[in-house]
């Protein structure tokens, strides 16, 4: 994401989170299916000023990304074991 992050505009923003499709479909193809569902979401700090736009970005973005992906492929994840199940 800081390679789309990167980008001047949101464009070339879209290309390059295409590129990431295409190089990861084959090996992560449940996790990229999530990520198009939430595309339109994604890109949302280029509707900002560019001079902002560095501060919109962070880390706690990246996680709570990361979190939402983690949901979405492992559903058991708030049941570690059987018994807190």
């Known amino acids: 994401f800081k ?6 505009s949101l464009k070339e923003a879209e290309t390059v989170l295409h590129a990431f499709y295409d ?19 994604l890109p949302v700090f280029y509707q900002y000023p560019k001079q902002i736009r560095p501060s919109i970005y962070s880390t706690n973005m990246i996680e709570s990304i990361n979190n939402m992906i983690k949901r979405k ?3 058991k994840s708030e049941f570690p074991t059987e018994e807190s199940l």
């Open 3 to 8: 390679q789309v992050h990167k980008q001047s």
């Open 23 to 41: 190089k990861y479909d084959s090996k992560y193809s449940s996790m990229i299916k999530n990520l198009q569902k939430i595309e339109e979401d």
């Open 73 to 75: 492929t492992k559903p």
